[in-house]
Antibody, heavy 118, light 111 residues
Framework: EVQLVQSGAEVKKPGESLRISCKGS????????ISWVRQMPGKGLQWMGR????????NYSPSFQGHVSISIDKSISTAYLQWSSLKASDTAMYYC???????????WGQGTLVTVSS | QSVLTQPPSVSAAPGQKVTISCSGR????????IFWYQQLPGTAPKLLIYDNNKRPSGIPDRFSGSKSGTSATLGITGLQTGDEADYYCGTWDSSLSANVVFGGGTKLTVL
């Protein structure tokens, strides 16, 4: 069974750093790009970027380029989303997802809620 | 503001049919496959339709997708109360800023 299990909810202060994770299992980890999707409270889905686990090539959405970092550790089948300096506007649910096509996602993680508040 | 345009809400009675539209431009819907997601309250999105009109295993044929030019439509027949959810269209955008783009979402209410 394909599973993407994300790390737990986080509460941070503005300016703090954060890394959340997404561990894949039940499939060949290097076979599918892993994407990150943001959903702000009460809002729609926003694609942030993706990483190819086979070679660590990363493709960021222009809206998120420079604001977050995506990385991977193949040895433990885990992808990461990282911020160096959080803002209140980063408060959102973050999902990781994989899919068989260029732009669709068959499997999603359960989501990681990030709350940034002073 | 989302790249793809969806109506904010639609509603219909149980057993009826509803359609949800999604419009874009040549760089996205016009030249790429469309996909649709269903998001039930408090859950992750679920893939309903991919490659314009294909259903993943386990998705009932009450759900259908179509595309024409720079617009796409999700159709749901035999509405059930369990279909009440947010629906999102999405596709790849082949412009200079190549990335996955979504519609703003449509809230389906089953009256």
């Amino acid at each position: 069974e394909v599973q993407l299990v994300q790390s737990g909810a986080e509460v941070k202060k503005p300016g703090e750093s954060l890394r959340i994770s997404c561990k894949g299992s039940g499939y060949s980890f290097t076979s599918y790009w892993i994407s990150w999707v943001r959903q702000m409270p009460g809002k729609g889905l926003q694609w942030m970027g993706r990483i190819d686990p086979s070679d660590s090539y990363i493709n960021y959405s222009p809206s998120f380029q420079g604001h977050v970092s995506i990385s991977i550790d193949k040895s433990i089948s885990t992808a990461y989303l990282q911020w160096s300096s959080l803002k209140a506007s980063d408060t959102a649910m973050y999902y990781c997802a994989i899919g068989g096509g260029t732009a669709y996602f068959d499997y999603w993680g359960q989501g990681t809620l990030v709350t940034v508040s002073s | 503001q989302s790249v793809l345009t969806q109506p904010p809400s639609v509603s219909a009675a149980p057993g009826q049919k509803v359609t949800i539209s999604c419009s874009g431009r040549s760089s996205n819907i016009g030249n790429n496959y469309i996909f649709w997601y269903q998001q039930l309250p408090g859950t992750a999105p679920k893939l309903l339709i991919y490659d314009n009109n294909k259903r993943p295993s386990g998705i009932p044929d009450r759900f259908s997708g179509s595309k024409s030019g720079t617009s796409a439509t999700l159709g749901i027949t035999g509405l059930q109360t369990g279909d009440e959810a947010d629906y999102y269209c999405g596709t790849w955008d082949s412009s200079l800023s190549a990335n996955v783009v979504f519609g703003g979402g449509t809230k389906l209410t089953v009256l």
